[in-house]
């Protein structure tokens, strides 16, 4: 099964930028859908962004519009590009994997039990 493993996590200052990574074992992970999610300590895990199979639709949480940005190089890699931290961007980040081939869908893209696959998750530390 695809494997999935997130990089790119630290430290930074309010204001910083930190790019986030969630790199794939197999080449299939191109043709799903791909999201992220945070969770803080004491919180659920919240959606924060997610890229179309084909790159192209992307979709972000409104805590996050406007600040990050999601890419991917239709090979084995997401990126999660984060400017104007915050301290509530602190978090544990993970990537996940569509449970479905080649679909995407608004009405539950924010849902975790939507996907099937999961990383290790990186964790984010913003510092005021």
């Known amino acids: 099964q695809v494997q999935l493993i997130e990089s790119g996590g630290g430290l930074a200052q309010a204001g910083a930028s930190l790019t986030l990574m969630c790199t794939a074992s197999e080449s299939i992970f191109r043709r799903y859908t791909v999201a992220w999610f945070r969770q803080a300590p004491g919180n659920e895990r919240e959606y924060v962004a997610a890229?179309?199979?084909?790159?192209?639709?992307k979709n972000f949480a409104d805590s996050v519009k406007g600040r990050f940005a999601i890419s991917r190089d239709d090979a084995k890699t997401v990126f999660l590009l984060m400017h104007g931290l915050k301290p509530e961007d602190t978090a544990v980040y993970y990537c996940?994997?569509?449970?479905?081939?080649?679909?995407?869908?608004?009405?539950?893209?924010?849902?975790?039990?939507?996907?099937?696959?999961w990383g290790q998750g990186t964790q984010v530390t913003v510092s005021s």
């Open positions: 890229i179309s199979y084909h790159g192209v639709v």
């Open positions: 996940a994997m569509d449970r479905m081939l080649t679909r995407f869908r608004l009405a539950s893209i924010s849902r975790a039990d939507e996907y099937a696959v």
